[in-house]
Structures are given as structure tokens and as C-alpha cells.
């Protein structure tokens, strides 16, 4: 694209020339073509020795460079947004791949995408849009919101729900039984885990996170939350909308 048709799609102010833009970078390593950014000002002498064809910084560093340049209160959200329009996600592809498994009494979606190997349980709901990579298992009345991506080998276990727009990385488990157990002279004697994990919409879960289902409430995720890779998020919890955990 055009520089100026990045600023026509995601606004900020235009500086200098009008170059096509290609690519994303860092200020070290962009060639031509690309487009990079200044969001910390430790980076400001890199500017001088981009390769860049254009970047974003913000008003205070119009002066900085003379290159083509996008000006923009928040320069690290701004690249976010251009990486996202040059790189757009793969389309999903309508269909259930024969080697999946699923149940006569589940509702898929005529636009949703079960990949190879993948199975849905009875009474599971699959939204529009929404793609099952390979390997995953959705459990019984699990219920998957539009546009979400379950990417490989993920497990959504009986009666929980994702909303919409969610990314969750491979191998996550989402609803294991909690870690319930009431001592009884001496030996221990296991709570059914009876609630369940509800997750907002625009979540994202790393690969091989585990979120486990309630013991009588739910344990809920919010709206916008991003959870990393590898950690454990126990039963009950309740995690607010748009926190982060790293």
C-alpha cells in the first residue's frame, strides 16, 4: 500500500514523500519497502541508519527524521494495526474434513471449518466463521462463538463457552476438573467439579495454558483478556476484562 493509503485506513497525520509500503520491520533490520516505528526513545538514534522507507513516530519526534513518515499519538499500537493489513490472517474454508468426528446432534455452522482429526461432541455449537484445527476436541455442549479459532490438538471440554473472535494456541485445555479434594482420615476424597469456564469475546490463550472449570461457579475470563503461553489459571478465578498475563 501506499503510505497515505495506510493513513486513509487507520488515520494519523502524513509527512514527506509517498512511498509503497510492503512490509513491517524494526529500525535495525528494515530494508527498503518496509515500514518501522519509534515508540521508545532509547531507539531515536536508529533513525539515522534505517533502511526504512517510512515510519511511525509519534508528533513529538516530527523532527527526528526526515524520511516519509506517519505521525500518530501512539506509534506501537499504529504499527500494530499496519502489520495486521499487510499481513491479513488466512481465510477460513468452509467444511468438515472426513477424517473429523462429528456428532449428528451438534450444530455446526454451514461456514465453519472442522479440520483433520478434530471431534465435536453432542450438543456442542459451532458458530459462523469459526475454525477447529486439527486434533482439537470439543466436548459435549461446549459452545464455540463466531470467528473464533481453535488453531491444533486444543480441548474444550463439556459446557464451556468461548466467545467471539478468539484465538487459543495449541495444546491449550480449557475446563479440566479443578484440583478438588477434601481430606478424610487420611485419604482424599474428590469434589465433582461441577461449574464450568466462560470466556468473552477477543480472548487469546497461549499454547499449552490450562484454564480449569469451576467447582460450583464458573471460572470466568473477560472480555479482551490475553493470557500467555504455559501457566494455569486454577478453578473459580476470575480474571477482569482487557488484563494482560504474561
Known amino acids: 500500500m501506499k503510505l497515505s493509503e495506510l493513513v486513509a485506513r487507520l488515520g ?3 509527512a514527506g514523500g509517498d512511498p509503497s509500503i510492503t512490509a513491517v520491520g524494526s529500525l535495525g533490520e528494515a530494508g527498503p519497502g518496509a515500514i ?6 532509547r531507539y531515536r538514534g536508529q533513525l539515522a541508519s534505517t533502511r526504512a522507507s517510512a515510519v511511525i513516530v509519534s508528533e513529538s519526534e516530527r523532527d527526528a527524521t526526515g524520511l516519509p513518515r506517519i505521525l500518530t499519538s501512539n ?11 499487510l499481513n491479513p490472517t488466512a481465510p477460513v474454508v468452509p467444511g468438515i474434513d472426513p477424517s473429523a468426528s462429528v456428532d449428528p446432534r451438534a450444530q ?5 471449518a472442522i479440520g483433520p482429526g478434530a471431534s465435536v461432541g453432542a450438543g456442542a455449537i459451532i458458530g ?8 482439537c476436541r470439543v466436548m459435549q455442549r461446549a459452545r464455540i462463538g463466531r470467528d473464533t479459532v481453535l488453531t491444533a490438538n486444543v480441548t474444550v471440554y463439556d459446557g464451556c463457552t468461548l466467545g467471539e473472535r478468539c484465538i487459543v494456541h495449541a495444546g491449550a485445555v480449557i475446563g ?3 484440583f478438588g479434594f477434601a481430606p478424610d482420615q487420611g485419604r482424599w476424597v474428590k469434589i465433582p467439579q461441577l461449574g464450568a469456564v466462560l470466556i468473552g469475546d477477543d480472548v487469546e490463550i497461549g499454547a499449552n495454558t490450562t484454564i480449569d472449570r469451576g467447582a460450583l461457579d464458573d471460572t470466568v475470563i473477560g472480555e479482551g483478556c490475553k493470557l500467555d503461553n504455559l501457566f494455569q489459571v486454577g478453578h473459580n478465578v476470575r480474571i477482569w476484562p482487557f488484563t494482560v498475563v504474561a
Open 108 to 112: 455446526v455452522d454451514p461456514s465453519a
Open 128 to 135: 459462523a466463521g469459526v475454525s477447529v484445527g486439527p486434533g
Open 176 to 178: 479440566a476438573d479443578g
Open 12 to 14: 494519523g497525520a502524513q
Open 75 to 85: 506509534p506501537y499500537a499504529y504499527y500494530a494495526r499496519v502489520a495486521q493489513l
Open 36 to 41: 518501522s516505528f519509534l515508540s521508545n526513545p
